[in-house]
Structures are given as C-alpha cells and as structure tokens.
C-alpha cells in the first residue's frame, strides 16, 4: 500500500488496540527486580570428595501461570543458558533436563515445565584439592519464563559454596526425587525412517510394560512436526511411534530423543536410520496433544479477532450502514432482534464457507491460508468493483439501494438486508487480519474438520457480536444518538475511507496483474461509476438499472480477461531495509555464517503487514539497529500464495501473514508478535 493510503482512522484504531494489548500485556508481567521463575542452585552435598564427581541441582520455581522449556523448546522458546565461574581444574557439565511436558498454544508446540523442577548438572572436582579447601561457584543462568500470553527473558544469579573433603554426606531424598524425574537410557538401539512426508520410529521396549498417553520429544531438530499428532501403537515388542516430517525434512544420519511413558518414566534415546515395522495395535488415541481447552483457546481467540476486524477501515463503513439501520429502527424490538440474528448468520455463513473452502485445498495439498482468494487478480477486481459502488453509495452519488450486489444487499431493510450486510462486512474484512487471529486460524489447521469450522464460525460470530449485543441490549440502542440529518453528514464522511481502501485494491491488482491488469480494472470502475451516475440521475424513471447492465457486461468481460500472472517482474516491497527474497536454501547460508537473520513474510492485501511495515520495519532505529549487528533480512512474499512460503508457514503453525522470525546464532527461532513496534524489533535482535 502507498504511504499516503494508509488512512488515518485505521492507524489509530491499530494504535488503540496496541495499547490495550500492551497494558494487558503489562499486567500478567513480574514486578520489577523479580523473576517469573526464581531459580537456586542446590548441591547434593556441600562437602566434595577430591577426584570425585559432585551433582548440583538448579531448581527452577515458577509463579503460578508461568512455565520453562526444555533442552529442545519446540516451536517457541529457548533453551536455558549457563555461564559458570569456578576455581581452576573444577569443571562443570551439561545441564540435564528432567522429562518435560506438553503445551499446544495456538497451533505451536511447545516442550515446557509448568510446574517446579531442577536441572541436574555434575561438577567433575580435581583430585589434588586439599581437604578444607572451599570452593566457591558462581552462575549466571539465561532463561525464556512463559504465559501463553507472555514472555520475559530472564536471568538470574546463583551462588554456592562447597568444601573439599574426605567423605561427602549426600541429601538422598531430595535428589532421588530430581534423579526420578529424569529419562532413563534406552540401552537398546531404535530406528527410525524418513518417507512420504512421515516420520515414523520403532522403540523396542517389552510388550508388558504398562502405557499411559505415550509422547516422543525430539531432541533432534528437523525430524518430525512438533505441532502434529503422534500415532503411538504396539508391534510385538516394539513401539512404534508415526507423525508428519516437517516440510522439506532433509535426510539425518540419527535422531534423538526422549520417549515418554507415563509421568513416572521417560527414556532416552538416539535412533538410526533402518526400516520401521508396520503400526501395530494403536496405543493412544488422544496423543495429539488436542484438549478441550486448546480448542476453548483458539475459539476465543477467533471471536475476539473477529471483534476486533470491526474496527478496520474495510469493515468499519460497512457497519455504519447497519447502526444506521438500527438508528431508523426506533423501538420495534422484534425487528431489531431478527435483523441482529440475520446479520450474525451472514457474517457466519460467509465466515464458514471461506473456512471450509480453506480446508478443501489444503487437503488437496495446496499450501493455502486465510485471505486464500486474495491472491486471484479476478477476485481483487471484483472487491475494487464492490467497493467503489459502496463508496459512491456512501458519499451519495446515488441512492437507489437496489443496485449494486453488495451496495444494494447491505443497504436494503429487513432480515434480508441484515443478513447481506453481515455476509459484506465478512468478505470485505477477508484482507485484514489482527491480535489473536493468526494464532487462532492457525490452530485451526491443526485441528479436526469440525473443530476447524467451530473455530472459524466463532471468527464471523465476533464479527457479528457488536450488533447482536445491540439488538438484544434494549440499554445500548437507547444510547445511539438520535436520527437526525446528522446521519447524511456520516454517511459521506465514511466514504472516505471505503475511496481509500478502493485505491488500495487497485494497487494489489496493479501488483498482482501488472500496469495492463490495473489499467482493465481501473477502466471497468470508471466505466461502473458512470453508469451508477446515470442511475443517480434518472432514479426516479422506471427501469432506472437499465444503464447497469453494459457496464455489468464490460465488468465481466475484463475479469474474464485480466492478467491471472504480472507482465513485468515485481519490485521488492519498499522498506528500508536491505532485504533479499526469502528461500529456505539462503536462511540456511546465512545460518552457516553465524550470522542473525530475520525474516518476515507479508502480502500486499495484508493491511496488518503494511501498518507494520510502515510503521516500524522503515524506521531509521530500526536499520540502524540492523546494521550495527549485521542482521540480514529476508522477505517472503505471499501476496500471490507461493506454495513454497505456504509450506513454511504451516510448518509454524500459521495458516497466513504476517510472520515474523528471528534466527540468532546458536539459538532456537523467536517468533514475534503479528503488531511490530520499533522497540520489539531492537530489543529482539539485541538479545
């Protein structure tokens, strides 16, 4: 979108909303000075045999509603990082990870502690230690603390004091109980293979042993799907476990892991590749990590995104039709109540059948996301078409309402005209996408069918839930002003922004199809607008319409013929920043340099990547910011629905844009909020 189309109402619209989020944010963080998980370092005892090995314990709290990760975090998260300053010849080893748990939070999958636990980590002590010797050991310790709305890196300072010795006095109940919690060691070798977009492990473990939801955590990145169901199921004495490979799941010399039991046992394992034997008796049929209360999560995440689409420019006029409408209604409750309903069932409706028809070619194995239909130039033309006559509607070109398709729908009375105007309000909003969205559509992917259209029904009822208040809430009617000729005024003032977002079309077809294909379009709207004009002058002659129908033939002739593709090459989407085309072969380069990469992906009809472009990827702080760390910066561009960026983005667990990623070296990707601020972007590579 061009600078100057960015429409003001909508800045501050988005601006409100990101401050809401930030104060809901703010309200769930620590108080300053304070961890969300506090964290101490405990040793098994404090005097140390010289030559022997001593076992520490790096015990992890979290407030209630906070968790950590794992060695391996899943989709999101860090692996916790340790610094160590100890006396010379005394060395520390790794940090060993007690079995973790599972948390699916709007399609990702995360590997987390939700509880309290402790890291084990052994500290090897020189053999020439005189015995009274103390030993002072002094960490610094690098976490990611987690809601599932939040998270704070955190760093913490742990201390303790050992003394060497001749005969160690050991806490055995208390590290018997951190020992518990810890994977035991297959001790026999597993397999596993690679074929047909699955992965698929064989675990010989004996038939006798008892089974409670079984779960394989990957420490071996790029060999399964976190976010995809595992199948778990007996063939003689071997488990054998099968889930989705990731996309483009590169071949891998072994993989390890953790294989899941029940809560009392996990084991340890690295498997070679060799063949796997056919699925036995399956084990669990609810180890898709699918509870009742991930899906309550995204169905409100669906319905306050789609109450928050409300308040987009596209939408926004829309609805000024219909409080228009309620306004003229006066006190006849019935009416009121029916038009609310159908309003609600047309926004439903529509919200549905774009689900289901999403559905439908991604299980056709087109890489296909929300605002899917957007990338055809054709149905572009027909929304600028839409729009325009809406807009002209709107400033009163002319007022028969019974002309255009979604003019004359939306503007007619009754349950009909309600329910058009909630099923325009429903497609017009198809380009936007804001807070709590993304996640939620991106959950439903990951969903069954049903449970999928729940969610993306729940999408149209938040649409729809402004004015179903309205009409069930006598008290909130009473408070819209009076009808007045106040309602003329607002009236053309809200075609202002349905103007601008009818340029905004033009632009994406212009990007879409090329200067030939914005030029067919921009002939066909001015073509439409004259005949609407000719309309608005006769409208009061019988058969006024009869000047649409050319202009309606012309329409469908240039739709028919638009460009599907663009004639000329397109340019790079306009930042500031030095970014090159994204593809998983250069992220992967760039990560062979060590050096940090961020990449974004974004859409010309995505007018939530646009405010975020503008507003903070274009910032001066922002370039300098990237140029200081040398950060290179890759850009997908989805506006055409490359399968490619498709399959990239469901392998995030998003089913559309915006993404955006960040790769630091040795680290595990962040992925970053869908509304950027200049200051999440630094401090996000400053990290």
Partial sequence: MAHGFVPTLRLMMLWLALV??????????????????AASLVPESRIVVPGKTATLALVMKPKPGWHGYWKNPGDSGIETQIAWTVPAGLTAGPIQYPVP??????????????GDYAQLIDVAVPAGVAPGTRLPLRATVDYLACTEEVCVPETATVALELEA???????????????????????????FELKDGRFRLAIPLPASIALDEPYFFPLTDGALDYSKPQSVSRSGDNLIVETAAPAGAQPLSSVEGVMKLNEDLGLSLTAAPGAVPADGQPLSANASGVTVATVLAALLGAIVGGLLLNIMPCVFPILSLKALSIAKAGGDERSVKREALAYTAGAVLVCLALGAALLALRAGGAAAGWAFQLQDPRVILVLLLLITAVALNLAGLFELPAITAGGRLAERGG????????????FVATPCTGPFMGAALGAALVLPAALALAIFAGLGFGLALP??????????????????????????VLSVPMFLTALALAWILGRQAGVDGMALGLAATLFLALALWWVGSRQDRPRAWLPLIPAALAAAAVIAVVPTAATAPQAAPTAALAAEPFSEARLAALQQENRPVFVYFTADWCITCKVNEKGAL?????????KDKNVAVLVGDWTRGDAAIGRFLASHGRSGVPLYLVYRPGQPVEILPQLLTTGMLISAIAR
């Fill in 20 to 37: 809401t989020l930030a104060g809901g944010a703010r309200a769930q963080l620590p108080q300053p000075g304070k961890n969300a998980i």
């Fill in 467 to 492: 004015f179903l208040l309205l009409g069930f809430i006598p008290a909130l009617r009473r408070r819209l002003p009076r009808p007045g000729p106040w309602m003329g005024r607002l009236r053309r």
């Fill in 165 to 191: 010795g001749s005969a160690a006095s050991p806490d055995r109940a208390r590290f018997d109980q951190y020992r518990a919690a810890m994977p035991r060691p297959l001790g026999s070798p597993a397999r």
């Fill in 618 to 626: 274009q910032s001066a702080s922002v370039e300098k910011a990237f």
């Fill in 101 to 114: 748990d599972r948390l699916l939070v709007a399609g990702l999958m995360n590997y987390v502690y939700k």
């Fill in 415 to 426: 349950i009909a005209g309600a329910f058009w105007t909630g099923a325009l309000a429903a």
